[in-house]
């Protein structure tokens, strides 16, 4: 017997909980897409945020739903204008990687007032986008650790 609280005991396991293990899916478009097509994949894709990408698939910004209705207010054609002039852009992409603990990870979205961060992989030339890390895999992460009966 460690002698540990319960208390003690969930602290010490909610540091260890990484990224990896709550990430969802990514989803992608590419830089040159328009504001219109956004619209639909978020829809189709059930997602509050998508991932901008360059040909050689390297993250280069975000785009959030208040981003489309921004662009969508007072625009007709929005068929015509390419996501990547109305995304937020690196290096202002606040992101994590998949071995960050999730405490850390969570602390950006509080800091930043953002939903979600890609997770990404470091390659030569630029980060390739891995996973998504949303408030939603932290709200499960939480419940998760409260149903947990070894504590
Ligand atoms: P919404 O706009 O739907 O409320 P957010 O709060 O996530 O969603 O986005 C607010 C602003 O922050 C948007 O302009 C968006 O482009 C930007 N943003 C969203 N996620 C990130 C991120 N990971 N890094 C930097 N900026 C982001």
Not at 55 to 77: C, F, M, P, T, W
């Amino acid at each position: 017997y460690t002698g540990k609280t319960g208390s003690e005991l969930l602290t010490e396991r909610l540091r260890k909980l990484t990224v990896q293990e709550f990430q969802s899916i990514p989803v992608v478009v590419h830089e040159n897409v328009s504001v219109y097509d956004a619209i639909c994949t978020m829809f189709l894709e059930d997602v509050g945020t998508l991932f901008v990408v360059n040909e050689y698939s390297h993250l280069i910004g975000v785009l959030s739903r208040k981003d489309l209705l921004r662009a969508s207010i007072g625009n007709q054609d929005l068929r015509t204008i390419p996501v990547h002039i109305i995304m937020t852009r690196m290096p202002n992409v606040t992101l994590c990687f998949k071995e960050d603990l999730l405490i850390e990870a969570s602390q950006k979205l509080i800091e930043k007032q953002i939903d979600g961060l890609p997770v990404v992989k470091e390659t030569e030339d630029g980060y390739e986008v891995v996973g998504r890390l949303t408030k939603t895999n932290v709200t499960k992460a939480l419940v998760e650790m409260g149903r947990d009966e070894r504590i």
